[in-house]
């Protein structure tokens, strides 16, 4: 990509994400966009051919990569290494300023169904990848479900971001880690007597 490009996808980027945290949803219009990053708006229609289309890269750009931890890691230490990425997502202050007006943006705007999926199947996959080392250690049933597993443990940290407590530092986290290993473990053991 040309570098005066890039630079204009991230001035504006950059303008109607600041607008987002600022105002919510309805502030980002495109003259406040132009306004805000001083790129012209035949520029900016030449990039997007609408609002929506960058608030969606807005959301695109903003939303925090998590990785599968490295292999090397056992399953414990995997998933304590997968939240911990949470927590430092969660305590980065742009991304917790970021986050409402996301939500928000979410309830208004029922076209960003592939976006939400793409985004998703991203997070899914690392989770997932995280599980399996459980599964295949015996630590967690075969039947695990991704979803309701990613719920128990980044729901809390979402939770305590948005209400902007408990702090969400290691003790949190191990909390919220033991809590899903010691479920998950009794739901195991009690799978493991009924089937006798």
């Known amino acids: 990509m040309d570098v005066r490009v890039a630079r204009t996808r991230s001035n ?18 495109i003259d406040a966009v132009v306004a805000r990053s001083g790129v012209a708006r035949s520029t900016i229609y030449r990039h997007w051919e609408s609002r929506d289309e960058v608030l969606f890269d807005v959301i695109e750009s903003c939303a925090p990569e998590v990785d599968p931890p490295g292999d090397e890691l056992d399953f414990e230490a995997a998933l304590r290494a997968l939240v911990d990425q949470v927590r430092r997502m969660s305590n980065d202050p742009e991304w917790a300023r970021i986050l409402p ?38 630590s967690l049933p075969a039947d695990v479900d991704v979803e309701q597993a990613g719920a128990l443990l980044i729901g809390p940290l979402v939770f305590a971001m948005l209400m902007d407590r408990p702090a969400i530092d290691d003790d949190f986290c191990d ?13 195991h053991a009690s799978r493991a007597t009924h089937a006798r």
């Open 12 to 29: 504006v980027l950059r303008a109607a994400t600041e607008l987002l945290v600022e105002g919510g949803p309805g502030a980002v219009t």
């Open 101 to 138: 007006a996301l939500l928000t943006l979410r309830s208004q705007q029922h076209d960003l169904a592939d976006l939400e999926r793409r985004l998703e199947e991203r997070q899914k996959e690392a989770l997932g990848a995280v599980l399996q080392r459980g599964i295949d250690a015996g």
């Open 175 to 187: 909390l919220v880690v033991t809590g899903f290993l010691s479920g998950y473990a009794s739901r």
